[in-house]
């Protein structure tokens, strides 16, 4: 079975950091491409970020280029977001997952997500 | 303002049928494949339908999806109360190099 744990989360201040964990178990982690969705309470889904199996392709959503940061450990199953220069409006839950594609999507496993709120 | 356009709810009763469009452009819908997501209450969401009309191992054949030109359905026939949720579209747009998603249709069994 596919379990993909995610853990980080917490409140913040304005301008504060924050590094998500997401375990991964069940697949074979190393060979497949992953990616963070956000999704504000009560609002739809947003795209953050996209990593392929090496580290090699990265992408990020306009919203937090140049604040967060996707890298993977691929001998510990992981999968990690840092960020940076958190804002209010970054506040969401954040869902670790999988898209084997690249310039796709096709988010087939999800993780439980982790709450993030900036607040001061 | 989500870049793939969907309305906001729909509803009809157990046994019907609902229809949820998904309205994008050239750089999205209309040169890439859509996928779909049902998240019910509380939950994290779970792929329904991918390659615009394919579904995923365990899905019934209820939900089924199509796609012409830069828009997008997904078709829920036999509803039921089991289906109330949010249903989000998805798909890769080439201009904006991100995956866009759409703003979400709650589905409402009456």
């Known amino acids: 079975e596919v379990q993909l744990v995610e853990s980080g989360g917490g409140l913040v201040q304005p301008g504060g950091s924050l590094r998500l964990s997401c375990a991964a178990s069940g697949l074979s982690f190393s060979s497949f491409s992953m990616v963070w ?30 604040r967060f940061t996707i890298s993977r450990d691929n001998a ?18 954040y869902y670790c997952a999988r898209d084997p594609r690249t310039s796709d999507c096709f988010i087939d496993y999800w993780g439980q997500g982790t709450l993030v709120t900036v607040s001061s | 303002q989500s870049v793939l356009t969907q309305p906001p709810s729909v509803s009809a009763a ?12 050239r750089s999205n819908v209309g040169n890439h494949y859509v996928s779909w997501y049902q998240q019910l209450p509380g939950t994290a969401p779970k792929l329904l339908i991918y390659d615009n009309d394919k ?12 796609k012409s030109g830069t828009s997008a359905t997904l078709d829920i026939t036999g509803l039921q109360t089991g289906d109330e949720a949010d249903y989000y579209c998805g798909t890769w747009d080439s201009s904006l190099v991100v995956v866009v998603f759409g703003g979400g249709t709650k589905v409402t069994v009456l």
Request: with cysteine; aromatic share 8%.
């Open chain 2, 14 to 25: 157990p046994g019907q049928k609902v229809t949820i469009a998904c309205s994008g452009s």
């Open chain 1, 76 to 93: 510990k199953n992981s999968l990690y977001l840092q960020m940076n220069s958190l804002r209010v409006e970054d506040t969401a839950v």
């Open chain 2, 55 to 66: 579904r995923p191992s365990g899905i019934p054949d209820r939900f089924s999806g199509s």
């Open chain 1, 37 to 66: 969705v956000r999704q504000v309470p009560g609002k739809g889904l947003e795209w953050v970020s996209y990593i392929d199996s090496g580290s090699t392709t990265i992408f990020y959503a306009d919203s937090v280029k140049g």
